[in-house]
């Protein structure tokens, strides 16, 4: 759709850069958006890492995110492994594809959250910054740096906040978003303070981009790179994560019998990350009933819990019914035999794995398929994923 | 007293699991019988599940705004088949909603950071029927 957006205004697609998530793995690990079934879902995944190497070279692929592996309950060892893990499984997807490693490598990018717990979160960052430089140049054959550097973004983390006294999860954010930089972190997101109470209203909005401008602009703290490096504690820190990460890595590999594709993905069939992820949330959930760790104003310094008002945003159906006529107005002027020639190729085109999807969903959307029309017809040749649930 | 059996759902498109999961292993923790429906369930199908499996009490957990629109849906959908199970609701819902999620049959809510034992209380207490009615 940008593709297609783009040209339609007469910016060829060599030209656009841009970013997608794109990352089909923790989906199913954690955020459960999913539709297609794993590895029909990893099709369309090589599809685009190979459509924009060829075509698109200032695009990233994909951004491989342990943001929500984390917010689903893991531990930073295991947001840092899995995510990496994954990021693994998408290169060994690209060279399955044919494509050669520093054809597409520079262009992935990752994205990691910013928790609590000051230093582990910077040692992650360093740690994941190291692994993935060995990983690329050794097990990979990567040449180019730029393969084996690890750029990302990075959220603080909305699990870490708290519906009781909003007001303080200004200062969890400060904190959390402080880490992120000094881990080095190339952009970031701050959370709004009602974060765990609504979407935000346009006042916690701003207090969150001025906390990430007190941060660039009056605490110098992103004039030095690495600035914590050579810290006794932080480096011994940044080893114990890159050794736990390694046994982890060393689990995976195992499960695909020595390779990091067909572990990540066996490693979701068989709810193996799914379950660790439910194991950690619950160990740290009885942590904080024990009152073994703290959560301000949530098992400790209760006092003025009771006067929480904050002003929280209202999502009305009105928005929904606005959105629905825009939809039905542009259905109604697109050219609908055109729409149906576009749907009838990409369903030919899904059902050969060796075609790649791109073109097909560029021609839907140049005739104003919808995203809905698209995914349905995919579905009828891919099916849908049903997770089993499990506690 | 046979052990209370409930069950825990998610509706719509809300695939925030966290808070379902450790909700249920606290709840079996506690001695309760705990049946999980799985992500994307319709009122409908959780209406259908609780009612085939008798339970005492349905939890719904909510984390993406919609709980105004479908956990009233529920309540609904559980009384069209004739059957009076309290529906508990958790997850991400503001004090100010709280008031109009009861008038329309919500026996309790519980929001963020609702510790361990009262979890395990209120759906004790809406098991035995104390919230029924209350607010309506």
Not at chain 2, 30 to 58: M, S
């Amino acid at each position: 759709m940008f593709v297609a957006q783009a040209e339609t205004a007469g910016v060829p697609r060599a030209r656009l850069g841009g970013t997608l998530q794109n990352d089909i793995l923790k989906e199913y690990q954690a955020q459960k958006e999913f539709v297609f079934p794993p590895r029909q879902s990893m099709r369309l995944v090589r599809d685009t890492v190979a459509f924009t190497a060829n075509e698109m070279p200032r695009w990233h692929s994909i951004s491989i995110s342990g943001y929500h592996i984390r917010e689903a309950g893991s531990t930073a060892a295991e947001e840092l492994a899995f995510t990496l893990g994954n990021g693994f499984a998408y290169v060994e997807l690209a060279r399955q594809a044919g494509l050669p490693v520093d054809s597409f490598a520079p262009r992935l990018s990752f994205f990691f959250n910013a928790h609590i717990d000051f230093f582990e979160e910077i040692a992650k960052y360093r740690a994941a910054r190291r692994i993935w430089a060995r990983w690329m140049k050794e097990r990979y054959g990567a040449t180019n740096e730029r393969s084996m550097q690890l750029r990302f973004h990075t959220q603080t983390a909305g699990v870490s906040l708290t519906a009781q006294q909003p007001e303080v999860n200004l200062i969890r954010t400060a904190i959390e978003a402080l880490a992120g930089v000094l881990g080095g972190t190339q952009s970031l997101h701050t959370n709004s303070m009602d974060e765990a109470l609504a979407l935000p209203t346009e006042k916690a909005a701003r207090l969150a981009l001025r906390t990430q401008q007190v941060i660039a602009y009056e605490t110098n703290v992103a004039h030095v790179a690495d600035p914590l490096g050579g810290s006794h504690f932080v480096e011994a820190l940044t080893d114990e994560m890159e050794r736990r990460a390694e046994e982890i890595f060393a689990r995976i590999d195992e499960m695909g019998r020595g390779s990091m594709l067909e572990g990540c993905i066996t490693g979701i069939e068989e709810n193996w990350f799914q379950g660790r992820i439910a194991d950690s949330a619950y160990e740290l959930e009885r942590a904080f009933n024990r009152g073994e760790r703290t959560i301000v104003g949530v098992n400790r310094f209760l006092e003025g819990n009771e006067e929480d008002n904050l002003d929280i945003l209202k999502i009305t159906n009105e928005d929904e019914r606005k959105q629905r006529e825009r939809l039905s107005g542009v259905k109604r002027e697109r050219n609908e035999p055109a729409v149906l020639d576009a749907l009838d190729r990409l369903a030919k085109d899904a059902v050969d794995p060796e075609v790649n999807l791109m073109p097909a969903l560029i021609d839907a959307s140049l005739a104003y398929a919808t995203v809905g029309e698209m995914m349905n017809t995919m579905a009828g040749v891919f099916g849908r994923h049903v997770e089993v649930p499990t506690i | 007293m046979a052990a209370l059996r409930v069950l825990v759902a998610k509706v719509g498109l809300d695939g925030h699991d966290r808070g379902v999961k450790v909700v249920a292993r606290l709840l079996r923790d506690a001695g309760i019988e705990v049946i999980y429906t799985g992500l994307f369930q319709t009122p409908e199908t959780v209406a259908a599940a609780a009612v085939d499996e008798d339970v005492d009490v349905i939890g719904l957990s909510m984390l993406s705004g919609a709980h105004m629109t479908l956990a009233p849906l529920v309540v609904q959908a559980v009384r069209a088949r004739g059957a009076d199970i309290p529906v508990v609701l958790g997850g991400i819902v503001p004090n100010q909603d709280v008031e109009e999620l009861r008038a329309a049959g919500i026996a309790a809510v519980l929001g963020p950071g609702a510790p361990a034992d009262e979890v395990v209380r209120t759906i004790s207490t809406a098991a035995r029927g104390e919230h029924r009615h209350q607010g309506v």
